[in-house]
């Protein structure tokens, strides 16, 4: 069965940098949307960024301009089975917990949380 598993979290400053990983086992990252969700303790999950594939078989990707303000960079590796979450200029608004999730189709990827079907167990952030 799918599993995706996230790493990367930690403790940084103001204006650092960290770099989200997210493992799939059991499908490849690419079969369909994978995106990334920070859940803020009492508020709904937050979907930040996502990427899917186009029917040439392009990845393609999807922000949350209003929270990631240029900042952040999904990107995935086909080989390894990964997909990142590059986040720079942190500030502690983007303090929370960072799920990745697999969507059930590939070529469009909203940033809700509406269609995605398997959730890794989740990473923290915070920002001081």
């Known amino acids: 069965h799918v599993q995706l598993v996230e790493s990367g979290g930690g403790l940084v400053q103001a204006g650092g940098s960290l770099t989200l990983s997210c493992a799939v086992t059991g499908d490849s990252a690419g079969s369909s949307c994978v995106a990334w969700f920070r859940e803020v303790p009492g508020l709904d999950r937050d979907g930040v960024a996502a990427i899917g594939t186009d029917v040439r078989g392009v990845a393609t990707t999807y922000y949350d301009r209003r929270l990631v303000k240029g900042r952040f960079t999904i990107s995935r590796d086909n080989a390894q089975n990964v997909v990142y979450l590059q986040m720079k200029s942190l500030t502690p608004e983007d303090t929370g917990t960072y799920f990745c999730?697999?969507?059930?189709?590939?070529?469009?990827?909203?940033?809700?949380?509406?269609?995605?079907?398997?959730w890794g167990q989740g990473t923290q952030v915070t920002v001081s």
């Open positions: 999730a697999k969507h059930t189709t590939r070529d469009f990827c909203p940033l809700t949380v509406w269609g995605y079907d398997t």
